[in-house]
């Protein structure tokens, strides 16, 4: 059951317009339900899904929604670990799946020096960041306030986070256990379970067990 308060406003009749006319188009079962899924969530909150998004899936092929599929697992908050190979080849990703993701402008930092991200305390006093991945959650602690590290990764353009909530809603274990694993080697607490979102928009850690 789903407990969201209904959102106080509806989709513009511009958005619903737009997505109509894109969705009347599509043949294949799997991107009928991609539509289906981006009016579902633009109705249960207005805004989700922008006109340039709408604009943008009418060029998605049966192929690259698999891809998306098959990618949206891999995403924390907004980025994909890289910085154990061996791990990303074990969940079945090629590195020319993260390419064409970048080149249909999904992705970005594929390849080259690729990007590094450094994650911020999220208190005081001592360090504290969260990562999340499909109702999985991640914490690394030190008690160094001003411990900072550069976390490998490619990252999502802005097109790429909003259709990436049309994947899978399963994190996949494997990769995110490998980045709590090198969050470990560079000297913080790493503890992993999963959170439940609170009435306030608070999260809270369940079943959270040290790595």
Request: aromatic share 6%; net charge negative; charged share 20%.
């Amino acid at each position: 059951m789903d407990d969201t308060p209904p959102p106080d406003r509806s989709p513009s009749g511009d958005w619903l317009l737009r997505w109509r006319d894109s969705a009347a188009g599509v043949a294949s079962e799997e991107l009928q339900m991609l539509w289906g899924k981006v009016l579902a969530g633009e109705v249960k909150s207005p805004g989700t899904y922008s006109l340039r998004t709408l604009e943008f899936m009418r060029s998605l092929s049966q192929e690259d929604a698999k891809l998306i599929e098959k990618i949206a697992p891999l995403v924390v908050d907004g980025f994909i670990f890289i910085g154990n190979q061996q791990a990303l080849d074990e969940t079945g990703v090629v590195f020319g799946e993260l390419l064409e993701l970048q080149d249909i402008g999904i992705l970005k930092g594929v390849g080259g020096l690729g990007l590094t991200i450094t994650p911020k305390s999220v208190v005081q006093g001592r360090f504290l960041a969260a990562f999340r991945c499909h109702g999985a959650l991640l914490l690394a602690t030190h008690p160094d306030a001003g411990k900072a590290v550069s976390l490998p990764c490619c990252g999502l353009t802005a097109i790429g986070q909003q259709v990436m909530t049309l994947g899978t809603s399963q994190p996949n274990t494997l990769l995110f256990r490998a980045l709590g694993a090198w969050l470990k080697q560079q000297g913080y607490e790493v503890s992993i379970g999963r959170y439940q979102q609170l009435s306030d928009g608070q999260l809270t850690g369940v079943d959270m067990q040290l790595l």
